[in-house]
């Protein structure tokens, strides 16, 4: 019996584009590609669609019925960091400046070839995933606050801080669970471990290190509160 391999993820591009020409080859040639082909034929009907579906990458025509593509780009760029490509017809004026300024991740020019484009949508693809996971793996940003993880680095409105290696510690397992109590019992454990010694106090001597460094008032606490009896809790801002 032959065992099937699992089916590769699809990466989902949703193509927005009034000339049906390009549309039929752009199905026919990314399908094949190994992508899969969603159309709108119309700026409205394109916004609509992304709003509704979900998809990796957008390839956006700028001049479009009803909606004009940096329109529709400003309009995606409200909600989403899906890379787009835009896409001009030549002899079209565009601005480019503009056209990054709104939030566009790269541009191709008609008649492009089809290579060309895969490679141009791979190479934002792979921007985008490298940039997410520097973001998600080594920077802590809340409020104020920003921790680079890697660097074992913390800025407070910009400006650096020096912390020790257990007040980091502490502040990044704060920032990670924002709203949350957490018990001096895990705090202690997941701080220090079995390199915990002495009484209690130490936890809230790093506390209250912690808060000379990060609060505006370190005797009225608005980031780092005291959860009587419990533990401490990251107070995330209030709107
Ligand atoms: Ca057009």
Not at 29 to 46: H, K, N, P
Not at 61 to 88: F, Q, W
């Amino acid at each position: 019996m032959i065992k099937k391999s699992p089916p590769e993820e699809r990466i989902k591009v949703l193509v927005i584009e009034d000339e049906e020409s390009f549309i039929d080859a752009l199905t026919v040639g990314l399908s094949r590609e190994g992508f899969d082909v969603t159309s709108a034929r119309d700026g409205q009907q394109g916004l609509a669609m992304f709003n509704e579906g979900h998809f990796d990458v957008v390839l956006l025509d700028l001049m479009l019925p009803k909606m004009s593509g940096l329109d529709v780009c400003r309009s995606i760029r409200g909600s989403s960091t899906v890379p787009i490509i835009i896409v001009s017809a030549k002899g079209e004026e565009v601005d480019m400046v503009l056209m990054l300024e709104i939030g566009a991740d790269d541009y191709v020019t008609k008649p492009y070839r089809l290579r060309e484009l895969v490679a141009r949508i791979r190479a934002v693809l792979r921007r985008r995933r490298d940039t997410e996971a520097t973001e998600s793996d080594e920077v802590i940003a809340l409020g104020n606050i920003r921790l680079d993880i890697d660097a074992r680095r913390c800025f407070v409105d910009g400006e650096e801080i020096k912390l020790r290696k257990k007040e980091f510690a502490l502040l990044r397992l704060l920032l990670e669970n924002p709203g949350r109590v957490l018990t001096r019992e895990v705090l202690i454990d997941r701080v220090w471990g079995s390199d915990y010694v002495g009484d209690t106090k130490t936890l809230d001597v790093h506390i209250k290190r912690l808060r000379t460094l990060i609060e505006e008032e370190p005797k009225s606490p608005t980031h780092i509160a005291t959860v009587r009896g419990v533990g401490y809790r990251y107070e995330v801002a209030k709107p």
